[in-house]
């Protein structure tokens, strides 16, 4: 069973400072996807990571996907209060067939 | 990608009864999925709806409580029968194997 955890769980992060977040999955994956979610709404998909080595960036957000670690790492650089939302990591394994699988969150609060 | 719609966006209940939900795509694909996201909690996948077979449940959910059809391509339906507080959640559909893109949802609360 494919298990996807994230953490931290809770981050809460002062304006300007920079700080990683991670996700660790349990088997083969094919993907890995980074969403980001504001309260009361969907998912808003962020990164689609496919190959080991694999580094995206948007804004002051990069992904980055180890495969041999089965570590995939959000990165957030000189954090505005607009960054405030909570990010989830889904993994779709190999045998899974397009399901994905979720990490728990993680709440980011970013405060002036 | 893919533009999906749901309806309707959302509602609230009365215990006891149903609702189905209606995902849309603009555009035709194979697999479509269902997921459900209970209050404070990450997302959790209710089934896979494939066209012309039955869908495929994950553990945990069983046809009877959240029947779905396949009509065709780009259209799936969810339903939440004989519903309780305890269904009060977002429901989320996802179209395509290796998409990304989410419908906007369906917010739920059941009195």
């Known amino acids: 069973e494919l298990k996807v955890e994230q953490n931290p769980l809770f981050l809460s992060m002062q304006e300007g400072k920079n700080y990683t977040i991670y996700c660790n999955y349990s088997?083969?994956?094919?993907?890995l996807y980074w969403y980001r979610q504001d309260p009361g709404k969907s998912l808003e998909s962020l990164f689609v990571?496919?190959?080991?080595?694999a580094v995206k960036q948007e804004g002051r957000l990069m992904a980055s996907l180890d495969t041999k670690a089965r570590l995939s790492t959000l990165h957030i650089t000189a954090a505005v209060h607009d960054l405030s939302a909570t990010y989830f990591c889904a993994v779709d394994g190999l045998d899974s067939y397009g399901k994905l699988t979720f990490g728990q969150g993680t709440i980011l609060t970013v405060h002036p | 990608s893919a533009v999906i719609s749901q309806k309707p966006s959302r509602d609230i209940c009365q215990r006891g009864t149903s609702l189905t939900i209606q995902c849309q795509v603009d555009s035709q694909v194979t697999m479509m999925f269902w997921y459900r996201q209970q209050p404070g909690q990450s997302l959790t996948l209710i089934a896979t709806a494939n066209q012309g077979s039955e869908a495929t449940y994950e553990s945990g959910f069983v046809i009877d409580k959240f029947p779905i059809s396949r009509p065709n391509l780009t259209f799936s339906t969810l339903t939440v029968s004989n519903m309780s507080p305890e269904d009060s959640s977002i429901y989320l559909c996802?179209?395509?194997?290796?998409?990304?893109?989410f419908g906007p949802g369906t917010r739920l609360t059941v009195l």
């Open positions: 088997t083969t994956s094919d993907r």
């Open positions: 990571l496919l190959s080991n080595g």
């Open positions: 996802r179209a395509g194997g290796a998409e990304q893109f």
